[in-house]
């Protein structure tokens, strides 16, 4: 199957500050990809689906100005959460789809703490 | 909109028998997707089995098969001969025909396996 890497695999940083998450679609074309918060032990909650070269688009309730999702290139997309507040901290997981391909792949996710 | 519901927050089974997880969803699509997934302690999302709605029979892999009632919007998940690996939260999920469509999950059931 496809690989999808995400980076870093945990974070830990101060309120008030910014954090950026990578998500790599390692060895094919990710045209869609996908972003996810969960809780411990909940669902995991759709946050916005990025095309490439085009605006995410964001599930209702979730903030766009809080967390800006780039997706540059084919292979990359980025989730930014902006001034950081303790109740952003969560386990967010992307994911990945591509041509050809009639599933989405997931990352391995990154555990984001904020003090 | 699409909804998808699991009922069984937690089950247990000995190793070597059976265990079945329940699913239900509501959809107005008639072309769609269904899904289960396993998220181990490791919290990496592993796709088990997928169903395509246009297809009468129930979809296998291995161990795992389904039990898919189109009328009923039932999608239950049989894991057979139950493994200690097979301890994780299972997640039902639904998705559009599309391939680039976003996935609907349920709330999950943790599965713990005895020996």
């Known amino acids: 199957g496809a690989v999808v890497s995400q980076h870093p695999s945990r974070v830990i940083c101060k309120s008030g500050t910014s954090v950026k998450i990578e998500c790599r679609s390692l060895?094919?074309?990710?045209?869609?990809m996908f972003w996810y918060r969960q809780f411990p032990k909940q669902s995991l909650m759709l946050m916005a689906t990025s095309n490439e070269g085009s605006k995410a688009t964001y599930e209702q309730g979730v903030e766009k100005d809080k967390f800006l999702i780039n997706h540059a290139s084919l292979t990359l997309s980025t989730l930014t959460v902006t001034s950081a507040h303790p109740e952003d901290s969560s386990f967010y997981i992307c994911s990945a789809t591509g041509l050809s391909y009639n599933e989405q792949f997931f990352g391995p996710g990154t555990r984001l703490t904020v003090l | 909109a699409q909804t998808v519901t699991q009922s069984q927050p937690e089950m247990s089974v000995q190793e070597a028998e059976t265990v079945t997880l329940s699913c239900t969803y509501d959809t107005s699509e008639s072309d769609y997707y269904l899904f289960w997934y396993k998220q181990p302690p490791s919290r990496q999302m592993i796709l088990v089995i997928r169903?395509?709605?246009?297809?009468?029979q129930n979809a296998t892999e291995n161990r795992f098969s389904v039990n898919f009632q189109k009328a009923a919007k039932s999608f239950s998940l049989k894991i057979s001969d139950s493994q200690l690996g097979d301890a994780a939260m299972y997640f039902c999920?639904?998705?559009?025909?599309?391939?680039?469509?976003?996935?609907?999950f349920g709330q999950g059931t943790i599965l713990t396996v005895h020996p």
């Open positions: 169903q395509e709605a246009y297809k009468q």
């Open positions: 060895d094919f074309q990710a045209t869609t």
């Open positions: 999920a639904y998705r559009r025909g599309t391939s680039y469509g976003k996935l609907t």
